[in-house]
């Protein structure tokens, strides 16, 4: 009789392990997935304000790798909403696809060039 209560104790305990790895393994998959990660996921469905160019698109800003040129990059997501210099890097500028137009929560799609070429993609949700 005792050895049937451990064996089904084990078994609830496999259960809700596996259970709970399956979940993990879901919300890791989304985090990654996700051009905004999970609080993108959960935040972007609540007051999201985000104005895109009229081009972009996920896929697109995926494309992008580190090193390519300018005109590939403008090739694959047409023109920025904005460009600008970056103070403290006197030989990058910002390119920035998104915006939002009320300083409120929104998803960032900015890319940064150093002399010409693609130094960092930056992807996230901003929670303001």
């Known amino acids: 009789m005792r050895g049937n209560v451990r064996h089904e104790e084990?078994?609830?305990?496999?259960?809700?392990?596996?259970?709970?790895?399956?979940l993990i393994g879901i919300l890791t998959s989304v985090h990654f997935y996700s051009l905004d990660g999970l609080v993108g996921?959960?935040?972007?469905?609540?007051?999201?304000?985000?104005?895109y160019s009229k081009s972009y698109t996920d896929a697109a800003f995926r494309k992008v790798r580190i090193g390519m040129t300018e005109s590939e990059v403008l090739g694959i997501l047409g023109e920025p909403l904005e460009t600008y210099t970056i103070e403290h890097m006197p030989k990058a500028t910002g390119m920035r696809w998104s915006k939002t137009p009320d300083d409120s929560s929104y998803a960032v799609r900015v890319i940064i060039f150093e002399e010409g070429k693609v130094?960092?993609?930056i992807s996230e949700y901003y929670i303001d």
């Not at 084990?10 to 399956?22: D, N």
């Not at 996921?41 to 104005?51: A, E, Q």
């Open 41 to 51: 996921l959960i935040f972007s469905h609540v007051g999201d304000t985000t104005v």
């Open 10 to 22: 084990m078994k609830r305990i496999v259960t809700i392990g596996s259970l709970l790895a399956i």
């Open 119 to 121: 130094k960092e993609r």
